[in-house]
């Protein structure tokens, strides 16, 4: 035999860990739609889809984490408020 015995040969299998998962499956920052929403960064980053509407409440969560108000500005997820231009 080719050392099938010897305590001293592990696979290699056995000796790698786990490799942490650097992409959750859940991830909300993933946008699946088509086209892609715009970043939150883009300067049109309020026409991304609309993922969580609370306009009875007078905002809505887009797809890129951006929250938009309906009296006319929004806020992006660095925590900076914008004011919608028209
Ligand atoms: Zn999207």
Known sequence: MLGMSDPNHSSPADLVPMEPST???GDPTMCTHSPTC???TSTE???AQV?????EQGWCQLCNGVIL????????PDG???VLSA
């Not at 993922?51 to 306009?55: F, W």
């Not at 108000?69 to 992006?76: A, I, Q, S």
């Open 45 to 47: 980053c309020y026409s």
């Open 51 to 55: 993922v969580a509407d609370h306009t």
């Open 38 to 40: 715009p970043d939150s």
């Open 23 to 25: 992409t959750s499956p």
């Open 80 to 82: 900076l408020d914008h």
């Open 69 to 76: 108000f309906d009296d006319g500005h929004y806020l992006t």
